[in-house]
């Protein structure tokens, strides 16, 4: 068995732009969207099931947030570019 610890380790750039956000996320939304997902079913969630639940929709949710957040590199490359272009001409 070719086990390697280092593809199991999860980088700080992963859970601070995937896990934390959807976590948050999952957590605001927790009664009404996970609800809607699982219906009755989210009412019997205890222990570690409701643990697992958490745990996925963090990530899906956190995707989620990641791809939407990827929208704004446009507006911040735009910004930036701006900002260069102000700064160069004052000089």
């Not at 280092?6 to 992963?14: P, Q």
């Not at 570019?81 to 001409?89: A, F, N």
Request: net charge negative; glycine share 6%; proline share 2%.
């Amino acid at each position: 068995m070719n086990f390697k610890p280092h593809k199991l380790f999860i980088g700080l750039m992963d859970f601070l732009s995937i896990v934390l956000p959807g976590a948050l996320f999952t957590f605001l939304l927790m009664g009404e969207a996970v609800a809607a997902v699982l219906a009755d079913r989210y009412i019997r969630l205890e222990g570690v099931q409701a643990w697992a639940a958490f745990r996925f929709f963090s990530h899906r949710f956190g995707d989620l947030v990641f791809l939407l957040g990827a929208w704004l590199d446009e507006f911040f490359d735009w910004a930036r570019r701006s900002s260069l272009d102000v700064h160069d001409t004052c000089r």
